[in-house]
């Protein structure tokens, strides 16, 4: 027998929260993108200022989300002309890449009804920044690999859950789809 589908779920008794999952959110805004798919259409907007003040960290933004806002802050790593005193762009890249996997995976498994008993996602990419600094044309990025940790559902199970987060996680669709980039100078 199939597991539930998330409007299973929610017109049954089952727990509201799944792996700390706001279900009944997701139930709400996927009865809202059938009713009007322009509804899932979402722009996300970061900026950030450099800094010039030597020793600081180089590149500081602020992200606001519907209850606070947090500073981040970024630069170079030591050995390529950064101070060692923030993360650099690439941590905070495999971070959000690790992050976006991970919902993506606990939101899969607690729209079908999974409850998982731990979750770990380790990203990791190998790099050759000879590109990056003038002296060759090679690719930057070599690979990306996710690992993936995770107790409670059976190994069948966790595989078709993984096949489905590489699906729709859109961490991993920036990564394996070329996606239109463009760079608008504004003054």
């Known amino acids: 027998?199939?597991?539930?589908?998330?409007?299973?779920?929610?017109?049954?008794?089952?727990?509201?929260?799944v792996n700390n999952v706001n279900a009944p959110e997701i139930a709400k805004f996927v009865e809202t993108i059938r009713k009007d798919p322009n509804q899932a259409k979402k722009h996300k907007v970061v900026k950030g200022r450099w800094s010039f003040e030597p020793g600081s960290p180089q590149f500081n933004v602020e992200l606001e989300y519907p209850k606070g806002k947090v500073r981040l802050a970024t630069e170079l790593p030591?050995?390529?002309?950064?101070?060692?005193?923030?993360?650099?762009?690439?941590?905070?890249?495999?971070?959000?890449?690790?992050?976006?996997?991970?919902?993506?995976?606990?939101?899969?498994?607690?729209?079908?009804?999974?409850?998982?008993?731990?979750?770990?996602?380790?990203?990791?990419?190998?790099m050759d920044l000879?590109?990056?600094?003038?002296?060759?044309?090679?690719?930057?990025?070599?690979?990306?690999?996710?690992?993936?940790?995770?107790e409670g559902p059976a190994p069948s199970t966790l595989e078709r859950l993984v096949k489905l987060t590489e699906e729709r996680c859109p961490g991993t669709e920036c990564v394996t789809r070329s996606i239109p980039l463009s760079v608008e100078i504004a003054t």
Do not use: H
């Open 1 to 17: 027998m199939p597991p539930p589908r998330l409007g299973e779920i929610m017109s049954s008794a089952a727990p509201q929260v």
């Open 130 to 150: 000879r590109k990056q600094m003038g002296v060759s044309k090679d690719n930057i990025i070599e690979r990306v690999k996710f690992t993936v940790k995770c």
């Open 78 to 126: 030591a050995f390529a002309g950064g101070w060692g005193s923030s993360p650099d762009p690439i941590q905070y890249c495999l971070q959000g890449l690790a992050a976006c996997f991970a919902v993506t995976f606990a939101a899969t498994a607690a729209s079908e009804g999974i409850a998982l008993k731990s979750l770990e996602v380790t990203a990791e990419n190998w």
